[in-house]
Nanobody, 115 residues
Framework: QAQLKESGGGFVQAGGSLTLSCAAS????????MGWYRQAPGKQRELVAL???????TYGGAVKGRFTISRDNTRNTVSLQMNSLKPEDTAVYYC?????????WGQGTQVTVSS
């Protein structure tokens, strides 16, 4: 059974940094695209970052230049380094695994950025 477990969320002041991690189990990690999405209250879920099996990376426009995604295929983890955080980054952040039409989602971790 696939399971994605996020950690590292919390409360931070604007301009600060946080690192999110996602530990995957029950999937063949190395053949999955991994990524992060986020959802703020009253808004649709939006792309934060994706990293493919070959290391190709896509960032959402709102975070480009500030966030960095990475993956460790030996530990089955994907991380998101978030710098220069803004109040508008406040959201629940979800980990995603994707292989073709098959997707798995974590339960999310809250990130709150105060002004």
């Amino acid at each position: 059974q696939a399971q994605l477990k996020e950690s590292g969320g919390g409360f931070v002041q604007a301009g600060g940094s946080l690192t999110l991690s996602c530990a995957a189990s029950g999937i063949v990690f190395s053949v999955n695209t991994m990524g992060w999405y986020r959802q703020a209250p009253g808004k649709q879920r939006e792309l934060v970052a994706l990293i493919t099996t070959g290391g190709g990376i896509t960032y959402g426009g709102a975070v480009k230049g500030r966030f960095t995604i990475s993956r460790d295929n030996t530990r089955n983890t994907v991380s998101l380094q978030m710098n220069s955080l803004k109040p508008e980054d406040t959201a629940v952040y979800y980990c995603l695994s994707r292989m073709g039409q098959y997707e798995n989602w974590g339960q999310g971790t809250q990130v709150t950025v105060s002004s």
